[in-house]
């Protein structure tokens, strides 16, 4: 069975913050660090190789991917970095507080911007321009729903993820709440009213397991209190 694992980067000074980040680049905190090496040791444990390791164009989650990668014995793995992975846009709202947010618009309010499949956030007035997103034209967002980030994420699980489970090879993703999030719905298929339900907790692992047709056999969550294969089931 070729298996995939995902893992949400570890926590960031944001994440930290209660703030608002999507396309912002932010550090880890000291817990992030330690997450994304607690997380390595258990993909260690495993003793799971992959042949690749997918993760997007913020700092987060790159650096939480070389800290596994290190602590796995895999750090020579080829590394593909795509801003079709990055965490959802939250236009206006990034930077601010989310509590503060809330006692400006409700509670209601700010759980559909969340988590809501089709809800847009207030959008920036302009586009941003960061240089490292150039050579790919005119991709930078205003702001996004969730549907949004999950319509320029599916492209890249078509082209560059599920081709390389097909052929067997076992994936390694460390991206963002929202875009794993996408990622589970489009895998579990879950319906736009129920994604609401779903979170993804920073520095977790969750594994996947594929028939030969990639039909989803086996999803269970890796963590610290583990052993081998005796895992906790989502």
């Not at 003793?47 to 014995?73: G, N, P, Q, W």
């Not at 929202?178 to 609401?196: E, P, W």
């Not at 692992?205 to 969550?221: G, M, P, R, T």
């Amino acid at each position: 069975m070729v298996k995939l694992v995902i893992m949400r980067h570890g926590e960031s000074e944001a994440n930290r913050d209660n703030i608002f980040t999507g396309w912002t680049d932010v550090p880890l905190t000291q817990k992030g660090i330690e997450q994304a090496h607690a997380a390595g040791k258990v993909l260690a444990a495993t003793k799971l190789e992959f042949a690749d390791v997918h993760t997007s164009m913020l700092y987060r989650a790159i650096k939480t991917a070389h800290i596994v990668m290190a602590e796995c014995h895999q750090l020579y793995l080829p590394e593909h970095k795509s801003w079709r992975l990055n965490e959802r846009h939250y236009g206006a709202l990034r930077g601010q507080n989310k509590d503060e947010v809330k006692q400006s618009v409700g509670e209601a309010q700010v759980k559909l911007w969340r988590r809501s499949f089709k809800t847009v956030p207030p959008l920036l007035k302009q586009v941003d321009e960061d240089p490292k997103y150039s050579k790919w034209g005119a991709i930078e967002p205003r702001g996004e729903s969730l549907e949004m980030a999950y319509n320029r994420l599916i492209p890249y699980w078509q082209d560059e993820i599920a081709p390389r489970l097909l052929d067997k090879q076992n994936q390694l993703v460390v991206a963002h709440g929202s875009t794993l999030r996408a990622l589970i719905k489009y895998l579990d298929g879950i319906a736009d009213a129920d994604i609401d339900q779903v979170e993804v907790p920073n520095g977790k692992l969750i594994l996947y397991e594929f028939s030969d047709k990639l039909k989803v056999i086996n999803k269970q969550f890796l963590d610290e209190n583990t052993s081998g294969w005796d895992k906790t089931d989502l």
